[in-house]
């Protein structure tokens, strides 16, 4: 199963996404290519795949993209060949409400889970403590939420990361629940059905 978690900048969805791979086995992160400098804290290959404006061009022109998109003057893009990684184990999206978007429109069978902060005020906090941006750049992000919670309704779930503890577990709660699903447990319980529709061949005493 894909599941693809979104939401504003700074509204915390990395966080979350870290928590249930950490208490989840069997959950992989889908690793996005982006053009946009590394940050010190991040590591190439774990955080992002981090690439130069040309080669992501390159990519996106043989077609390499299930979903890209511009955010703050900088290209994201979930690769097809992430993708491919759902055949092994559950995959986990951290994109944009555009690339979601583009994801729906693409692959039917996934989960979308949207993050909302508590607030805009604490939103804007969150990103001032954060110490990435300038003024002006936290300001654009902002403007940008303003826009993108607009599409809260086109999501499965609705998680406000408001505790993040709790909200990690509706997280993981959300996961656990489509692990219960009849197509993903159809292989575990055949054996089980198979054993009821056996005759019993006991000897009578």
Known sequence: MIYVVSGPSGGGKSTLIRWVLES?????????HTTRQKRESEVEGRD???TSEPVFRKMLGRGEFLEWAVVHGKAYGTSVREIRKAAQA?????????????VREKIKRAIFIFVLPPSY???KRRLERRGLD????????????RQEIRSYSRFD?????????EAGRELESVIRCHRLGLEYRKKKIAPILKSFRKKNRAKKP
Do not use: M
Not at 24 to 32: K, Y
Not at 92 to 102: E, F, Y
Not at 135 to 141: D, V
């Open 48 to 50: 992002y795949h981090f």
């Open 134 to 145: 300038s003024p002006a750049a936290i300001r654009r992000r902002l403007d940008r939420a």
């Open 90 to 102: 559950d995959l986990i999206l951290d994109i944009d409400v555009q690339g979601a978007r583009q």
């Open 157 to 165: 779930y609705i998680i406000v990361n408001d505790d993040l503890e």
């Open 24 to 32: 989840l086995p069997g959950l992989r992160f889908s690793v996005s």
């Open 121 to 123: 005020q604490e939103l």
